[in-house]
């Protein structure tokens, strides 16, 4: 691998992982360590195990130390902002590599978003007008964060309610741009692209067949709700009918991806969010069956 | 701005997070005749600016606008009712939803990466807020505790100390030691006795909160070795002993300070450490 920023380290040599992962949400802490569930690995939200101002102790770390002696750890953040205006913040690049050391994650994700400018955070997910701006934009920020916490970055794509006019490419050719000349890699969440998809009057496959093969590294799955006139992006569902539709035509195009269920408010019993897992981890094998098949087939 | 030009990325950003966090909402701002700052580079009409957002049949611009902004307040003033939960309490949820939370953030938005650390200046933005203070005068005292309790859930961690093991320590070396006191403890030296409503835990009435007297009150806020946070109250020489020895005094001066306050310090020293030192309080002493 390279990029000209001095990153060599691939998060997937060795053997890559795989399977479906969950999110580690503190109401399931006492489940995972009484239970140790069959679970591949845990996605956790970076910034809740960072600390905060008075330092970087307490329960929730503890807890991660714990569960992490039994399960392999994925990092994912809300806050890098690489789509800010502002410069990257290295004050938080160095905590967050910092919490990588000594958590040793298999991967670090992020959003290909903004959080905040001229130095206040909105603490939100906000999208960027798809412009050749905003590529060298994210590239150059892309790359110092990778420089920093060396080695490759995942972003991943947004649930979106705005779109802008002077747009001048659609998401999936701006992530897709983006990651080949920051030589990043993406989290695709095909939740979100339905979400913007219904928002925004596109076609959700047109998107997942966009977006380049190579560069995909983990899929997130959520549930949404509907308003009605749109929908928002809420994580307290259980994943919808065409969400888990969009899923397999991402894993029939991507292969059997690391894949993941984000589940944030009304959080289910363990088992729920388990029996969730388990549902992807059966398409992925139908649709890759069904690849496998038709490989024969045409043998 | 004309509705043509194409604003660049930091203009957009900067329009973008002044009309979403406006505290009564985007449609209000964008009706605003005269509330963009006034240093804004390209025009000065708020509504203008809705050029730049697509158009979309079902959802106008300014509601899809607002799901951010409307987002904005909920999320971090619901962190904030979180941290301060016995003062939600207190001043009931409407007031603290809608006024104090949303108020505050106005006047300390956030400018840091992780929203737990929202909340800092609570307790001195209540001193100015004399509308709600006026009907609860203790508000700041239990902002301060809930605070303390907030920072002491996160600070590092320390190994665990055991001060029998100091037996041997000639009572000479005593004198120029220093202690080290474990990151988690906040002492809170309090004008009202808030940690009786606190450890209420809501089962209070109104009229035991209008009946609430001044009362000294030093409360000493910790996180055991099993990661609870505690709260309890110091007599006052411990107080002014832990006081001193958090602030790096050496052992002797820090006890001539508590002696002062009360001649029978020097006599409890011993039995304070040792509960301190097994209550996580104590982590080390550092003998020159």
């Not at chain 1, 290909?112 to 060298?136: A, I, K, Q, S």
């Not at chain 2, 409503?197 to 409360?219: C, E, F, N, V, Y």
């Amino acid at each position: 691998m390279s990029n000209g920023c001095g990153v060599n380290r691939d998060p997937f040599a060795g053997s890559p992982p795989a399977g479906v992962g969950l999110g580690l949400r503190s109401v399931h802490y006492s489940h995972i360590l009484k239970h140790r569930p069959d679970v591949p690995w845990f996605e956790i939200i970076s910034e809740n195990y960072m600390g905060t101002a008075a330092g970087t102790g307490g329960r929730a770390r503890r807890m991660l130390d714990t569960i992490r002696r039994d399960y392999p750890i994925v990092m994912h953040g809300v806050s890098m902002s690489v789509g800010s205006a502002d410069p990257v913040d290295l004050a938080y690049l160095k905590r967050l590599k910092a919490l990588a050391s000594q958590i040793e994650p298999l991967w670090i994700s992020d959003h290909f978003c903004w959080t905040g400018v001229n130095g206040e955070n909105l603490h939100d997910l906000l999208p960027l007008p798809y412009t050749e701006e905003t590529v060298r934009h994210l590239v150059d920020q892309i790359q110092r964060v990778q420089d920093v916490l060396g080695r490759r970055l995942l972003l991943e794509n947004l649930s979106s309610y705005v779109a802008f006019e002077h747009s001048e490419m659609t998401e999936w050719e701006c992530l897709a741009d983006v990651s080949r000349r920051a030589d990043s890699l993406l989290l695709l969440d095909v939740n979100n692209i339905h979400v913007s998809a219904v928002n925004h009057s596109f076609d959700g496959l047109d998107y997942i067949n966009g977006i380049p093969k190579d560069r995909v590294r983990q899929i997130h799955l959520a549930g949404y709700s509907d308003m009605g006139t749109h929908l928002i992006d809420t994580h307290d569902h259980a994943v919808s009918d065409p969400v888990w539709k969009l899923y397999e035509a991402a894993i029939a195009r991507f292969g059997a991806v690391p894949s993941m269920i984000e589940w944030d408010d009304n959080i289910p019993t363990f088992d729920v969010l388990h029996a969730e897992a388990r549902k992807a981890e059966r398409i992925q094998k139908k649709v890759l069956a069904r690849a496998g098949d038709r490989k024969t087939v045409a043998a | 701005m004309p509705a043509t030009a194409k604003p660049s990325l930091p203009e957009l950003q900067r329009w973008m997070r002044w009309v979403l966090t406006r505290p009564d909402g985007v449609e209000d701002a964008l009706g605003s005749p005269k509330s963009l700052p006034e240093n804004w580079s390209r025009g000065s009409e708020p509504r203008r600016w809705l050029s730049v957002i697509g158009e979309t049949p079902e959802v106008s611009k300014a509601t899809r606008l607002s799901i951010y902004g409307d987002g904005y307040f909920l999320r971090i003033v619901d962190v904030l009712g979180s941290v301060f939960e016995s003062m939600k309490e207190v001043v009931g949820e409407h007031e603290f939803l809608h006024h104090i939370g949303r108020e505050y953030l106005v006047k300390h938005p956030s400018t840091h990466r992780c929203i737990d650390n929202i909340g800092s200046e609570m307790a001195d933005f209540l001193k100015d807020h004399h509308q709600t203070t006026h009907h609860h005068p203790y508000l700041a005292d239990l902002a301060r505790l809930e605070w303390a309790y907030h920072e002491s859930f996160f600070a590092d961690e320390r190994p665990a100390f055991d001060f029998a093991a100091l037996a041997g320590q000639p009572l000479g070396k005593w004198a120029r030691a220093t202690m080290d006191i474990d990151p988690s403890v906040r002492l809170l030296d309090l004008k009202w006795p808030v940690d009786e409503l606190w450890r209420a835990d809501g089962k209070w009435t109104r009229r035991r909160l209008k009946a609430m007297k001044q009362s000294p009150t030093k409360i000493i806020v910790y996180r055991r070795p099993d990661a609870l946070v505690r709260v309890g109250r110091l007599d006052p020489a411990a107080f002014t002993l832990l006081s001193a020895l958090k602030a790096g005094k050496t052992f002797g001066e820090a006890l001539k300070t508590a002696a002062r306050r009360n001649a029978a310090a020097p006599g409890m020293v011993m039995v304070w450490f040792r509960e301190w030192s097994g209550l996580g309080i104590l982590r080390g002493v550092d003998f020159r």
